[in-house]
Each structure stands twice: as C-alpha cells, then as structure tokens.
C-alpha cells in the first residue's frame, strides 16, 4: 500500500525551528517528485515547497524562500522540511504528497495525514 | 493563474446532481486541470486530472468536463458521503495554484 506519514509538528514560538518528516512507502521513493503543501486553519490549499528524486533540483513558494529547506533521505524513504525564523502566518496542517506518474508536473495523487504546526507566543 | 471556484457552497438533495466550476485565469494547457476532494478532518484525494480523467477508484458518478478555461466537476448522483469541500488544481504553468474551494452539502 502507497502510504505518506508526517511527523514533526507542534506549537513553536515565531522565530523559531521545527523540522517535519514524511515517511514513504510502498513505492519506489527516489523515482518521484515530493511536495509539501499547506493549509491554514478554515482556508484552502497553498503549495510550499517541492524536490526531485535525486535532489538535484528544488523550488519554493516565495513566501517561504529563505527560511524552509525541503530535503530527502533515499535510504530512509524519507522527505523533510526544515523551517526556520517561522512566523505566525505559517500556522497551518502541512501535507506530504507525491507527484503523480514519476513526473515533474505537478499533479499530486498520494497525501499523507499531515502535521499540525502552529506559531505562536 | 489564478483559479476560481463557485459557488463557495453548494447544497443539493441527494440522488441530485452536483455542477462545481472552476475558472483559470488564463489558458490552461493540454486541460492540466486536477480535482481533489477534502473530506472534513481529512487530507485531499486526486479525483479528477487531465480536465477529465478520473483517477483510479474513483466512482464513475464524477465527472470532470472543459469548456475554455471554464472547468466543471459534475457528480451526477449526489450521495451523502460525497460532502466534502472540492478544490481544482492547474499544474499546467509554474507555480501551481489551487482555487478557494468549494463546499458541497447535503441539503
């Protein structure tokens, strides 16, 4: 069975780090693209971040360009997003999902649960 | 592109048919246009990609169509575990951008 898991969130003081992680399986990790989408309380949904399958190329949303790094670990079928100097705009369930068909087009067809984080004092 | 979605909430009976649209602001290419359906309290699921494909498992009661840059998502016998809110994706142009959302109701 195809199956995302995220972990990693939390409460967090604005200005602060968090680091999620998505565990992948039952499919072959590094022949996909992998995306992290988020959505904040009683809104839509909001690309943040993306990286191929041999991590050679990566994009950001502007909003987070600078401050969230998106990584993976082939060994561990792992993707991970590390987010600094987080604001309370960043508050929001952050999803894992995989790019369709091998793909680098955008179509996301496997998510995983999500990770709840929240920027606050 | 920006992706607009109407009504922002639909309330019909069920066994009737539901009409989502979704409007891109500029040409979509190759119909690159996805439907997702978030179930409260749940992640989205891949329902519709290609403008008209539906993905695998998805019940032949939804129906994705394009006219323009009009898109429509059509379920054509609503039934009550179909409330959800429905979102429309174009991953045609960088970055993709996901309409508002719409909520479909039981009435």
């Known amino acids: 069975e195809v199956q995302l898991v995220e972990s990693g969130g939390g409460l967090v003081q604005p200005g602060g780090s968090l680091r999620l992680s998505c565990a992948a399986s039952g499919f072959t990790f590094s022949n996909s693209w992998m995306y992290w989408v988020r959505q904040a309380p009683g809104k839509g949904l909001l690309w943040v971040s993306r990286i191929n399958g041999d991590e050679t190329s990566s994009h950001y949303a502007d909003f987070v360009r600078g401050r969230f790094t998106i990584s993976r670990d082939k060994a561990k079928n792992t993707l991970s997003l590390q987010m600094n100097s987080l604001r309370v705009d960043d508050t929001a369930v952050y999803f894992c999902?995989?790019?369709?068909?091998?793909?680098?087009?955008?179509?996301?067809?496997?998510w995983g649960q999500g990770t709840t984080v929240i920027v606050s004092s | 592109i920006v992706m607009t979605q109407s009504p922002a909430t639909l309330s019909v009976s069920p066994g009737q048919r539901a009409t989502l649209s979704c409007r891109a602001s500029q040409t979509v290419s190759s119909n690159l246009l996805a439907w997702y359906q978030q179930k409260f309290g749940q992640p989205p699921r891949l329902l519709i990609y290609?403008?008209?494909t539906r993905a695998p498992s998805i019940p032949a009661r939804f129906t994705g169509t394009q006219s323009g840059t009009e898109f429509t998502l059509i379920i054509s016998t609503l039934q009550s575990e179909d409330v959800a809110v429905y979102y429309c994706?174009?991953?045609?142009?960088?970055?993709?951008?996901f309409g508002q959302g719409t909520k479909l109701e039981i009435k």
């Open positions: 999902a995989r790019g369709a068909f091998e793909s680098s087009s955008p179509l996301l067809d496997v």
């Open positions: 290609a403008g008209s």
């Open positions: 994706q174009q991953y045609s142009n960088w970055p993709p951008t």
